[in-house]
């Protein structure tokens, strides 16, 4: 472990954490109806936030540069949550009021600040509390990096950004219990958290996980809880939902702190808006009218999800039988009347220039695609890759992302250095401000590196 993971700066600390996205691989749709899916962490498309405490500034700030420049500023006392015995719907009430105060804030600012107000309040705001004197009121400051990961793609950056936010939190709860109270960890795992860099430790994910998707549940009612599991733990993670009461059983079949199959997709976003309420219409509707054929489509699905399963057992990805079940679930996908001309499209490129399977993820109706690139030793595969790209963005709108799948999931990481601008501290209670500071890019691949060697040892 390495102290690197904090930063002092005159008596604030810092700590940041950064969480993935997350890929349906297979089983979309057909786990509605009970079959299993898999899904997988999109390890190098991640969202990374910064949570600096400071001892005297008393304000909630949060900067998030790649939401339309989104600034927030309130002070920590016009954020407290009254105590309501968890009732989460209570809490959606007192954060939609508190946000909606703000009036220049919109639909689309206050869903993205909702999940921070509910986890400081969660994590943070007990031990600022033992912090505080009467002659000054801790604040927090809130930096929050999501350009890798796209919104509204049906990609997870939802549940990365709880995921990452709770993880940072986390952190700076326990910098804060060690180096500003005499308050001990109860056990050593804990104790090695103030200086970890890289996963955290398995009762602290289990930690994160758990105030992660309680963050979700501020915008998002009951999810599944699938999106925030995979962005904590990472690897592949084989899914199914439970008859009796729709909840959904989560087993990682592949876990991203052993040696593990390489699985490079292409992730083509194709800019037409999703309905994913109106792509599971589209099925059920077609169930109804032919509930014979709906019923062995559904079963071919859940065939496949299975194939996936023992394949990983054996932990070795064929490429032939990769491609195979990609290619079979999108034909699936498509007598499901839930793909989109723009996602055949991509199909029809990646198959007949380059000979590599593509299938829509998610809801379909639009959205994402990804095309399976084989592993990291694939002969060829970055100038494949790149002429692939090429000829896949010739279309108005589309854009590539390149990702491991499977990878690891949230990750504690060295702070980015930041500098503050001197009106930081304006009265103002909210603006856009693209000038706050400047930071270094954060390396992921050095704290890949570094976990990896903390693996093999």
């Known amino acids: 472990a390495s102290n690197s993971s904090c930063h002092s700066d005159h008596g604030d600390m810092i700590a940041s954490a950064s969480a993935p996205g997350k890929l349906i691989l297979f089983g979309e749709h057909a786990v509605v109806y009970n079959q299993?899916?898999?899904?997988?962490?999109?390890?190098?498309?991640?969202?990374?936030?910064?949570?600096?405490?400071t001892t005297d500034d008393g304000y909630l700030e949060v900067r998030m540069p790649d939401l339309n420049d989104l600034f927030f500023r309130a002070k920590m006392t016009e954020i407290y949550l009254k105590p309501?015995?968890?009732?989460?719907?209570?809490?959606?009430d007192q954060i939609d009021a508190i946000l909606r105060s703000y009036?220049?804030?919109?639909?689309?600012?206050?869903?993205?600040?909702a999940p921070v107000i509910y986890l400081v309040n969660k994590i943070l705001f007990p031990t600022m509390s033992l912090i505080e004197s009467t002659s000054s009121t801790p604040g927090l400051h809130i930096y929050v990096q999501s350009a890798s990961l796209p919104v509204?793609?049906?990609?997870?950056?939802?549940?990365a950004f709880s995921v990452a936010t709770a993880a940072a939190l986390y952190k700076l709860h326990m910098l804060l219990l060690k180096f500003q109270t005499t308050t001990k960890p109860e056990n050593l795992e804990e104790e090695k958290v103030y200086e970890w860099i890289g996963r955290p430790p398995l009762n602290t994910l289990q930690t994160i996980n758990h105030y992660a998707y309680q963050a979700e549940r501020m915008n998002h009612g009951t999810p599944s809880g699938l999106d925030n599991t995979v962005s904590c733990y990472g690897g592949i993670i084989y899914f199914t939902k439970n008859e009796k009461d729709g909840s959904f059983t989560k087993e990682q079949?592949?876990?991203?702190?052993?040696?593990?199959?390489?699985?490079?997709?292409?992730?083509?976003?194709?800019g037409v808006p999703r309905s994913t309420k109106k792509m599971v219409q589209n099925f059920k509707t077609f169930k109804q009218n032919f509930p014979h054929v709906a019923n062995g489509i559904l079963d071919s699905c859940g065939a496949?999800?299975?194939?996936?399963y023992s394949m990983c057992q054996q932990e070795k990805l064929d490429p032939t039988t990769m491609s195979l079940l990609i290619e079979?679930?999108?034909?699936?996908?498509?007598?499901?009347?839930?793909?989109h001309p723009s996602l055949e499209r991509v199909c029809d490129i990646t198959k007949q220039q380059f000979g590599l399977p593509t299938k829509l993820t998610g809801a379909g109706g639009g959205g994402c695609a990804f095309t399976y690139l084989g592993s990291n030793s694939t002969p060829n595969i970055d100038t494949t890759t790149h002429q692939m790209i090429n000829?896949?963005?010739?279309?108005?709108g589309v854009k590539c992302m390149e990702s491991n799948a499977g990878g690891p999931g949230v990750l504690w990481v060295v702070p980015p250095s930041i500098a503050t601008s001197e009106n930081s501290r304006s009265t103002n209670r909210y603006r856009r401000n693209t000038s706050w500071l400047l930071m270094t890019g954060i390396s992921l691949a050095g704290a890949l590196l570094i976990l990896s060697s903390r693996q093999r040892k």
Not at 36 to 53: E, F, M, N, W, Y
Not at 258 to 264: F, M, Y
Not at 391 to 396: G, H, L, N, S, T
């Open 391 to 396: 000829a896949i963005e010739q279309q108005r």
């Open 103 to 113: 009036t220049e804030l919109d639909d689309f600012s206050i869903q993205a600040l």
């Open 328 to 339: 079979t679930n999108q034909s699936l996908l498509r007598a499901m009347r839930v793909s």
């Open 84 to 92: 309501n015995n968890n009732d989460d719907h209570l809490y959606q």
């Open 36 to 53: 299993p899916a898999v899904c997988a962490a999109l390890s190098d498309l991640r969202i990374c936030v910064t949570a600096k405490a």
């Open 253 to 270: 079949i592949l876990d991203d702190t052993k040696t593990t199959p390489s699985l490079r997709v292409l992730l083509t976003n194709t």
């Open 304 to 308: 496949i999800s299975k194939a996936f």
């Open 152 to 159: 509204g793609a049906g990609l997870g950056s939802s549940a």
